[in-house]
Every structure is written in structure tokens, then in C-alpha cells.
């Protein structure tokens, strides 16, 4: 069964320093996003993305996050310079339309700031 | 702004009861429903979606979630639970026009008891 796989499962980094989260989407799928989890708290909107640019993006996603499909199968979330309240659990998702209701997650980067 | 209420943070139910997990939104049109599964070290996994007609849906699993408009409601059910149920159950709503962007409810966690 197809599914979105994510990389790093897990992330350690200093404050200030810049991450790249990585993930590959279902390969038919046209639609990606991203969303976060502080933990203990809801699971949150970032950003979604389609045709090569932002379709849609939260309060939270500023200008220290940028996202990029930068071939044809990865889909990459940058932070610029982390922040502690950055850490948490980032999940990748794609689907196939906008329209089918299903949004395919991965199993999460978990990104640690210290 | 949409919002969902998931008013158990955690359930403990012994293997082979019953199971209601609530969920209650908040939207002023005709919303987009769904709730997602998440076990340990895994990443969301839908368990039904509800977007029009009939109010009783059926999902994965054996689990089963209805729409009450008038109580503003998608609780999701199981009429025997098994061990392998025991993980964190979100409800989300989606806006009408698509599933752009999901907002979760705070998750209810579930065990299960022999």
C-alpha cells in the first residue's frame, strides 16, 4: 500500500539553527501539506501546497518557514532559525484531489529544539 | 473560525464493551467531518469521513460515526473493542469547499482493558 514516508523520524538541534524536514508523498497525489503537533496540544494547520506554490497557509507558518518541492517526489518543510517552541511533531499528508476528503499522513518528524 | 471539541481526554473501556467517543464542531456551514486514528509511533490514519447524506457512516476498523446537525455531533462508535483499538482518536472538520485545511480537536486518548 502506498504511503507518505517522512525524514528524520527524529531531530535534535541547537536554537537558531536551520532544519529541513523531509517527505515523500504518494506518488499520484497532486496536493501536500503540512501540519504540527506541539505536544499535548491539537494536532494544526501549516501550510498546504499545490502546482508548485502555497495554496493556503496558517498564522503560524511566517516567514521562518518556507516549503519546496524541489523535484518530483519530495516535499521539504524549512525552518530558518528554530525557535524552542518550534519543537514538536511535524506530519507530512498528500492527497490525490481536494475533493476526496482523505488526507494520507505520515508517521511525523519529531523535531526537538534546544 | 471552525473548532471541534473533543471533550474526553482519555477513556478506558475493557476489551469487548461498547465504545462512544465524542466529537462536537463548531461551523456555519454544512461541514466536512472525519475522524482519524493515531497508534503509537504511527502517523494519522482515517477511519471515516462524512460530507453529505446519510447521517450514519461507516469506516475502517468496524467503526461507525453519526451526524447529528441539531446537536452539532459526529460521535464515533464501536460495538465491541479490541486491544488493538487502544490509541488516540482525532476529530477534525474541514471547510465545505474542500479539505484544505483540517482543524483537529485535542484527541481523545483510548485503553483498553482485558
Known amino acids: 500500500e502506498p504511503e507518505v514516508t517522512q525524514t528524520p523520524s527524529h531531530q535534535v538541534t541547537q536554537m537558531g539553527q536551520e532544519v529541513i524536514l523531509r517527505c515523500v508523498p504518494i506518488?499520484?497525489?497532486?496536493?501536500f501539506y503540512w501540519y504540527r503537533q506541539i505536544l499535548g496540544q491539537k494536532v494544526e494547520f501549516l501550510v498546504s501546497f499545490y502546482n508548485n506554490e502555497i495554496s493556503e497557509k496558517s498564522e503560524i507558518f511566517d516567514d521562518q518557514f518556507s516549503v519546496e518541492r524541489p523535484d518530483g517526489s519530495n516535499f521539504t518543510l524549512k525552518i530558518r532559525s528554530t525557535k524552542l517552541e518550534d519543537s514538536a511533531m511535524y506530519f507530512c499528508a498528500s492527497s490525490e484531489t481536494r475533493s476526496t476528503g482523505e488526507l494520507f499522513f505520515g508517521e511525523g518528524s519529531r523535531l526537538t529544539v534546544l | 473560525a471552525q473548532s471541534v471539541t473533543q471533550p474526553d481526554i482519555h477513556i478506558t473501556v475493557s476489551e469487548g464493551a461498547s465504545l462512544e467517543l465524542r466529537c462536537n464542531y463548531s461551523?456555519?456551514?454544512?461541514?466536512?467531518l472525519f475522524w482519524y486514528v493515531q497508534s503509537p509511533g504511527q502517523g494519522l490514519q482515517l477511519l471515516l469521513k462524512?460530507?453529505?447524506?446519510?447521517?450514519l457512516v461507516q469506516g475502517i476498523k468496524g467503526f461507525e460515526a453519526e451526524f447529528k446537525r441539531s446537536q452539532s455531533s459526529f460521535n464515533l462508535r464501536k460495538p465491541s473493542v479490541h486491544w488493538s483499538d487502544a490509541a488516540e482518536y482525532f476529530c477534525a472538520v474541514g471547510a465545505s469547499f474542500g479539505n484544505e485545511k483540517l482543524t483537529f480537536g485535542t484527541g481523545t486518548r483510548l485503553t483498553i482493558i482485558p
Open positions: 461551523y456555519g456551514a454544512t461541514p466536512y
Open positions: 506518488s499520484n497525489h497532486l496536493y
Open positions: 462524512y460530507f453529505s447524506g446519510d447521517t
